[in-house]
C-alpha cells in the first residue's frame, strides 16, 4: 500500500508505535492500579470484621495446641490459631487450597499467649473478576488502536493535502501556462513552501520571456544588417561604379560582419554560462577575487582614459561559489560603467556587509538610466552605445544560478551617473570561521548547506 520512502506511511508507524506504547503503559498501570485497589478492599473488610468480632467477644476464646475452629461467618472460616512468630500487628497471607485462592489475616488475639485471630476467606470470585476486567482492557486497547490507526490515516491525508494540491498543480503547469500558487489559503507550516515555488515560478517565468525575446531579438538583429548589406550590394550592383565605391561598400559589409560577429560572440556567451551553471562551487574570498579582478579592470580602463578606484569592506568574506559567474557579473557592471563613464571618469568598486549579506556596487559618472526600463531583458541599449545589449541579460543569468540580487538605479548623492549592484546572501558563506565584524559562527550552517 506504501513504499518504504513513503511520508504517510511512516507518520502512520510512529504514530501507531507511540500511541502503542503509551496505552499499554496506561493499561497496566490502570489494571495494577485497580488490582490493588480490589485486594486493598478485601484486605481492608477482612481488617473490619476481625476488629468487630474480637469487640464483641465477652470471654476469652478456648484455643487449644492445633488450630481451634471457633464459628463460621458465610464462606469466611474463623479460628484461632498460636503463632511462634510474636508479631504484634495484623498481617495477611495468599495461598491456595486445592484450586480455590484464598487470603486470610491474622489479627492479635491475645498478645501473652501470641494467639492470632484468623480469617480465611475464598477470593475466587474477585479473581474472576480481574481476569474480567483485563480481558475488557485487552479488548478496549484493540479498539482504541483501531481507532487511531483511522484518525492517523485521515489525519495524514489532512497534512499532505497542501502539499499534494501544490504537486497537482505544478503537475498541470507548461511554459504556455505558469500559474503562482494562492499562499493565502495555505496553512501557515507550508505558506514558506509555497513562496518557495512561487519564487521558482517566477524565475521560470522570466526565464521564459527572456528567451523568447533572446530568440526573437537575435533573429531580429541578424536579419537587418543582412537587409542593409543585401541592399548595398545590390545599390552598388545596379551599375559600374569606381574602386572607390565598391571599397565603401565593402567597408560597410565587413563593419556590419564585425557588429554582427560581436553579436553572435555574446550569444555563445550565454550558452557558455549555462554550462558554468553546472561547474562545482568551490570557496572564494570574494574580497580577494575582486581586488584581482580590479587590476585587470584598471587596465582596461587606463586605455581607454579612465579610472577605476575600490573601497572594499570588510577585509575578507568567504562564499561557495562558481567563479566564471561571479566573472559575468562583474565583467558586466564594470565594462557598462566604463563604456558611459566619460574621459578622465572614474568607476568606483565598492563592497560593503548588508546584515549578514554582502552587497557589491559599481558607481559610474555617467548620464544615468531610465529607470522604467527592464535594462535585464537581452538587446537593451542605453543611448548611442555600440554593443549588442546581451551584457546585463547575461549578468541576470549569472545572479540567478549564484542565488544573487541584481539592481540598478541612478545616483542619490546629487552626482550623474549609476550604481549597479548585486548583493549576495549570506546562504553561500564558507562553513568555516566567523562573519567579518558579526561574530556569528556559520559552523553548522555551512554544513547543511553542502546538504542541500
Do not use: W
Request: glycine share 4%.
Amino acid at each position: 500500500m506504501f513504499s518504504q520512502k513513503s511520508i504517510k506511511r511512516k507518520f502512520l508507524i510512529q504514530l501507531v508505535a507511540a500511541s502503542s506504547v503509551l496505552i499499554v503503559i496506561f493499561s497496566v498501570v490502570l489494571y495494577y492500579y485497580i488490582k490493588i485497589q480490589v485486594y486493598d478492599d478485601v484486605s481492608q473488610n477482612l481488617k473490619s470484621q476481625a476488629v468487630a468480632y474480637v469487640k464483641s467477644s465477652k470471654t476469652k476464646l478456648p484455643f487449644e495446641k492445633n488450630n481451634h475452629v471457633y464459628k463460621e461467618f458465610g464462606t469466611d472460616t474463623t479460628s484461632v490459631v498460636i503463632r511462634v512468630d510474636k508479631k504484634s500487628l495484623p498481617f495477611y497471607e495468599q495461598y491456595k487450597k486445592g484450586d480455590k485462592p484464598y487470603i486470610t489475616i491474622f489479627y492479635p488475639y491475645n498478645k501473652a499467649r501470641s494467639s492470632f485471630l484468623k480469617i480465611e476467606r475464598d477470593i475466587s470470585s474477585t479473581k474472576s473478576l480481574l481476569k474480567k476486567i483485563k480481558r475488557s482492557i485487552i479488548i478496549a486497547n484493540l479498539l482504541t488502536l483501531l481507532i487511531i490507526l483511522a484518525y492517523a490515516m485521515f489525519l495524514s491525508e489532512t497534512l499532505l493535502y497542501p502539499v499534494k494540491s501544490i504537486n497537482r498543480r505544478l503537475a498541470r503547469m507548461n511554459e504556455n501556462f505558469l500559474e503562482k500558487i494562492d499562499t493565502d489559503n495555505l496553512p501557515d507550516e507550508y505558506k514558506t513552501l509555497g513562496e518557495s515555488v512561487n519564487k521558482l515560478i517566477e524565475r521560470i517565468q522570466n526565464f521564459v520571456k527572456y528567451q523568447k525575446e533572446l530568440f526573437i531579438g537575435t533573429a531580429h538583429e541578424l536579419k537587418t544588417p543582412l537587409a542593409v548589406m543585401k541592399t548595398k550590394n545590390e545599390v552598388t550592383l545596379i551599375k559600374d561604379r569606381d574602386i572607390q565605391k565598391y571599397k565603401e561598400t565593402l567597408q560597410v559589409n565587413n563593419k556590419t560582419i564585425d557588429e554582427m560577429s560581436a553579436m553572435i560572440s555574446s550569444i555563445l556567451d550565454i550558452g557558455r554560462q549555462e554550462g558554468a551553471q553546472f561547474d562545482k562551487p568551490v570557496e572564494v574570498d570574494l574580497v580577494q577575487f575582486i581586488k584581482d579582478k580590479a587590476k585587470d579592470f584598471q587596465l582596461i580602463a587606463k586605455n581607454k582614459q579612465k579610472h577605476i578606484a575600490i573601497d572594499l569592506e570588510p577585509d575578507q568574506y568567504c562564499i561557495i561559489t562558481q567563479p566564471s559567474l561571479l566573472t559575468h557579473i562583474l565583467q558586466n557592471f564594470v565594462q557598462n560603467a566604463l563604456k558611459f563613464t566619460p574621459k578622465d571618469g572614474t568607476v568606483t568598486i565598492k563592497t560593503r556587509l548588508i546584515g549578514d549579506d554582502f552587497k557589491i556596487e559599481i558607481i559610474d559618472e555617467g548620464e544615468g538610466i531610465d529607470e522604467s526600463l527592464d535594462l535585464f531583458a537581452p538587446f537593451k541599449r542605453m543611448g548611442n552605445k555600440s554593443g549588442a545589449g546581451l551584457g546585463l541579460f547575461l549578468a541576470k543569468g549569472a545572479a540567478d544560478a549564484i542565488g544573487a540580487t541584481l539592481d540598478i538605479k541612478n545616483r542619490k548623492d546629487g552626482k550623474p551617473g549609476a550604481i549597479a549592484s548585486a548583493v549576495i546572501s549570506s546562504k553561500n558563506y564558507c562553513p568555516m570561521g566567523d562573519i567579518p565584524q558579526t561574530g556569528k559562527k556559520r559552523g553548522l550552517f555551512g554544513v547543511l548547506r553542502r546538504e542541500y
